[in-house]
């Protein structure tokens, strides 16, 4: 069974799959824990994305970016791997329209999985510079319990969604994928099962359940690569491992209260982080 999903325009513009590529989306992320979908945003609005971006953080080269991932919490930069970083942007203008994180289409197809009170938990940009080696084999969160064999064939409880602001070929360095690892109990495995590597293109969507191994390949070309990885999940979840100490949503409270009504509940996470930040800033007895 393939995992990559070809949408048409009118899905694109209707914001909705068809009935055929709604399930062999949903069966590509049952039985590989990633979907590959192609063409769900127009190029037009993920040219402002990376414009976004470049604004924000391009001017920062590998050694600049190294020495920001350095500062003291609250810091928006995280050093993720060599010559990696993850980077929280403020979720404004492009990184704060509600066609980004609230897309009608991938809501669409998350809701069935995640529950219809999901809750975006995270906005980040994984940005590789040239020379990056490859990344640490991962999963993006720990097994939730000890039994692994329940553990890992519950349902999804959190996806992460991987949108490239420009093309990344197999130079730039793709996410590489085990396909079918979000059921495997030992992580080993990866030594003699093929990862699998293809090209990302502007406007595609890389859907991984959480679960899932994966790994950054090599950056062995002359650009950049940036890619946004918005996070949802069950609202029970939360990310206590990879975002306790450090932003996950650049978005204060303020700007969520002048989103409209109907997309609102989804970034309730943006109240809880603002909470969390000021118990850990504030001073504790000895």
């Given amino acids: 069974m393939s995992w990559i999903v070809l949408l048409s325009e009118n899905e694109r513009l209707e914001g909705c799959l068809s009935a055929s ?22 190029t037009a609005s993920i040219a402002a994305l990376e414009h976004e971006y470049r604004d924000q953080f391009g001017a920062l080269d590998a050694e600049q970016m190294a020495a920001q991932a350095e500062q003291p919490a609250p810091n928006p930069v995280f050093w993720v791997g060599e010559r990696r970083y993850e ?44 020379g990056a080696e490859q990344q640490h084999t991962h999963r993006d969160h720990p097994p939730l319990f000890d039994d692994l064999d ?21 130079e730039t360095g793709p996410t590489g994928i085990w396909l079918g690892s979000h059921r495997w109990p030992d992580e080993s495995v990866t030594e003699h099962e093929p990862m699998t590597v293809v090209p ?3 406007g595609d969507c890389i859907l991984l359940d959480y679960r899932t191994l994966h790994a950054g390949v090599p950056n062995r070309g002359p650009l ?28 204060t409270r303020e700007q969520c209260e002048a989103l409209p009504e109907a997309v609102q509940p989804l970034l309730m996470r943006v109240y809880s982080q603002h909470a969390r930040a000021r118990f850990f800033a504030e001073p504790r007895e000895e």
Avoid: K
């Fill in 87 to 130: 980077i929280t942007p403020h979720m404004a203008g492009s990184f704060g329209d509600p066609h980004l994180f609230a897309n009608p289409l991938l809501r669409g197809f998350l809701e069935p999985l995640l529950g219809e009170t999901m809750r975006l938990s995270g906005l980040t940009l994984v940005v590789s510079y040239p």
């Fill in 224 to 251: 950049v690569r940036p890619i946004v990885y918005m996070v949802y999940a069950r609202t029970w979840f939360f990310d206590e491992i990879n975002h306790t100490m450090r932003p996950s949503l650049g978005m």
């Fill in 200 to 202: 990302f293109q502007r």
């Fill in 21 to 42: 590529n709604a399930q062999a989306a949903n069966d590509a992320l049952q039985q590989h824990g990633c979907v590959l979908l192609r063409g769900v945003f127009e």
């Fill in 150 to 170: 329940a553990a890992l064939n519950l349902p999804p409880y959190a996806i992460n969604v991987a949108v490239p602001l420009i093309d990344v070929d197999h």
